[in-house]
């Protein structure tokens, strides 16, 4: 129905926006992701857009980036979550970070994002199972370490390592390094830490 919004943003009231679209101001919900990114008040913004229609209402949400929209098209797919679920889950965590936990099978990360239970998380991590795709994850890695660094960093995390203490070994890995001298090099740098 409606794909995309573009129009001068003259409202921010976190997480809606009132976007004026030649005289008529339209009611969007965005995730924090995307609300962040925002220009100042006044100026051009242009968002992809899903309308939901319900019994009760349309409601309108926007996001920056077409990868968001189709992820939020996928969560809201799944039963028991709603679109106030999915924004939620794109408000509490990037797309990559999702597709990472995914593709991990890690429920404690979803568990992070407030409104989200155990059995929500679980539901969500086999449903979700194959359908972000690896290039999500692919994509989402493809830093520092060149072609191995997502290797590199999966071998850290399931060593234990926080996403954050891994990320930082990982950039002391020299790009052209192969899995293994990768993650010992990365091992001997969180051991200096």
Same mark, same amino acid.
């Given at each position: +129905?409606?794909?995309?919004?573009? /129009?001068?943003?003259?409202?921010?009231?976190?997480?809606?926006?009132? %976007?004026?679209?030649? /005289?008529?101001?339209?009611?969007?919900?965005?995730? +924090?992701?995307?609300?962040?990114? *925002?220009?100042?008040?006044?100026? =051009? &913004? &242009?968002?992809?857009?899903?309308?939901?229609?319900?019994?009760?209402?349309?409601?309108?949400? $926007?996001?920056? @980036?077409?990868?968001?929209?189709?992820?939020?098209?996928? *969560?809201? =797919?799944? @039963?028991? &979550?709603?679109?106030?679920?999915?924004?939620?889950? *794109?408000?509490?965590?990037?797309?990559?970070?999702?597709?990472?936990?995914?593709? +991990?099978?890690?429920?404690?990360?979803?568990?992070? &994002?407030?409104? %989200?239970?155990? !059995?929500?998380?679980?539901?969500?991590?086999?449903?979700? =199972? $194959?359908?972000?795709?690896?290039?999500?994850?692919?994509?989402?890695?493809?830093?520092? $370490?060149?072609?191995?660094?997502?290797?590199?960093?999966?071998?850290?995390?399931?060593?234990?390592?926080?996403?954050?203490?891994?990320?930082?070994?990982?950039?002391?890995?020299?790009?052209?390094? /192969?899995?293994?001298? $990768?993650?010992?090099?990365?091992? !001997?740098?969180?051991? =200096?830490?």
């Amino acid at each position: +129905m409606i794909g995309r919004i573009a /129009g001068t943003l003259i409202e921010k009231n976190p997480p809606q926006l009132l %976007i004026d679209c030649q /005289g008529v101001g339209y009611e969007v919900d965005v995730p +924090m992701s995307t609300f962040y990114h *925002l220009p100042p008040l006044g100026e =051009k &913004v &242009v968002l992809l857009t899903h309308l939901a229609i319900r019994e009760d209402a349309h409601v309108l949400f $926007g996001f920056g @980036s077409a990868e968001e929209r189709a992820t939020f098209r996928q *969560l809201i =797919k799944i @039963s028991g &979550v709603g679109a106030r679920t999915a924004l939620s889950i *794109l408000s509490g965590m990037s797309v990559a970070d999702l597709a990472q936990a995914v593709s +991990m099978q890690e429920a404690g990360r979803l568990t992070r &994002v407030p409104g %989200i239970g155990k !059995k929500t998380a679980e539901r969500l991590l086999l449903e979700l =199972k $194959g359908k972000l795709g690896a290039d999500l994850f692919s994509a989402a890695e493809a830093s520092p $370490g060149g072609d191995h660094s997502a290797d590199i960093l999966n071998a850290l995390l399931a060593l234990g390592y926080s996403d954050k203490e891994a990320r930082i070994a990982l950039k002391t890995v020299p790009k052209d390094s /192969g899995v293994s001298e $990768g993650i010992k090099l990365a091992l !001997k740098a969180l051991s =200096k830490a």
